[in-house]
């Protein structure tokens, strides 16, 4: 039996090439062992079959963001836990990717936190450019929720959801709110965090029993089925 040895030295070894480049085969995931993608260059191989796509190349992979459709009560750390190649979405012109790596899920940062009681759209991003844009315009970045309530709205309540609450004694930005049905209210909402939702509707006599986000500015969450997730595609913006 052969010794076994790290996967980049392998693939050094059959290219020829160096080992940094190895490595970028590697986490590009062009590199197969027993027929599947290996995309750690320190995993140790002694007499597995390694195969290298004729198509590699060492360009780092480009970094990306992804969007989840988040169950209730799962936090979003919990959700970026669970993505895997089996509950990835695709949809045509929608967030294929030829692969799917590990260092998809690496170094990603969450943006525009939702409470765990909520379920919807989360985003997590590798992107500078995202990640700046729903960081210093978050402010200015309108989200769009569904909100399901019980109780007896306030005389005049929607209008005072609208723009007439105040928080430790400062007036909250105008938002827009409607009814959906007899139970379901509908937010979009600038400069104010979906965690503020359930207290914004005590104050009119309603109880939050259920909230989703669908929307984060240009960007809704459409067709994304629960649980599931997908890359922003090219084109895409928020």
């Given at each position: 039996?052969?010794?076994?040895e790290?996967?980049?030295?392998?693939v050094a070894?059959?290219?020829?090439?160096s080992?940094?480049?190895?490595?970028?085969?590697?986490?590009?995931g062009f590199?197969?062992?027993?027929g599947?993608v290996v995309?750690?260059?320190?995993?140790r191989?002694?007499?597995?079959?390694v195969e290298i796509?004729?198509?590699?190349?060492?360009?780092?992979?480009?970094?990306?963001?992804?969007?989840?459709?988040?169950?209730?009560?799962?936090?979003?750390?919990?959700?970026?836990?669970?993505?895997?190649?089996?509950?990835?979405?695709?949809?045509?012109?929608?967030?294929?990717?030829?692969?799917?790596?590990k260092?998809?899920?690496?170094?990603?940062?969450?943006?525009?936190?939702?409470?765990?009681?909520?379920?919807?759209?989360i985003v997590?991003?590798q992107m500078?450019?995202?990640?700046?844009?729903?960081?210093?315009?978050?402010?200015?970045t309108?989200?769009?929720?569904?909100?399901?309530?019980?109780g007896?709205?306030?005389?005049?309540?929607?209008?005072?959801?609208?723009?007439?609450?105040?928080?430790?004694?400062?007036?909250?930005p105008?938002?827009k709110v409607?009814?959906?049905?007899?139970?379901?209210?509908?937010?979009?909402?600038?400069?104010?965090a979906p965690?503020?939702?359930?207290?914004?509707c005590?104050?009119v006599?309603?109880?939050?029993?259920?909230?989703?986000?669908?929307?984060?500015?240009?960007?809704?969450?459409?067709?994304?089925?629960?649980?599931?997730?997908?890359?922003?595609?090219?084109?895409?913006?928020?």
């Open positions: 039996m052969a010794e076994p790290r996967l980049s030295k392998r070894a059959m290219v020829p090439c080992r940094s480049e190895a490595e970028a085969f590697i986490e590009g590199v197969r062992v027993d599947r995309d750690v260059p320190q995993h191989v002694g007499d597995e079959r796509d004729p198509k590699a190349n060492a360009v780092p992979a480009e970094p990306v963001t992804i969007v989840v459709n988040k169950p209730a009560g799962v936090t979003s750390e919990e959700a970026l836990a669970s993505l895997n190649a089996g509950n990835h979405f695709t949809e045509a012109g929608h967030g294929g990717a030829p692969r799917i790596l260092r998809h899920f690496l170094h990603q940062t969450q943006l525009l936190p939702l409470p765990t009681p909520a379920s919807g759209l997590f991003s500078r450019g995202v990640i700046r844009h729903l960081t210093e315009d978050a402010l200015t309108e989200q769009e929720l569904i909100v399901q309530v019980d007896k709205i306030a005389d005049y309540g929607l209008v005072r959801l609208a723009h007439g609450l105040k928080f430790e004694g400062r007036a909250l105008p938002i409607s009814w959906q049905n007899e139970t379901r209210l509908r937010f979009a909402l600038k400069g104010i965690d503020f939702v359930p207290w914004m005590e104050q006599g309603l109880r939050v029993t259920a909230a989703k986000r669908i929307r984060i500015g240009r960007f809704p969450m459409a067709g994304l089925p629960e649980g599931r997730w997908r890359f922003l595609a090219a084109g895409e913006r928020f």
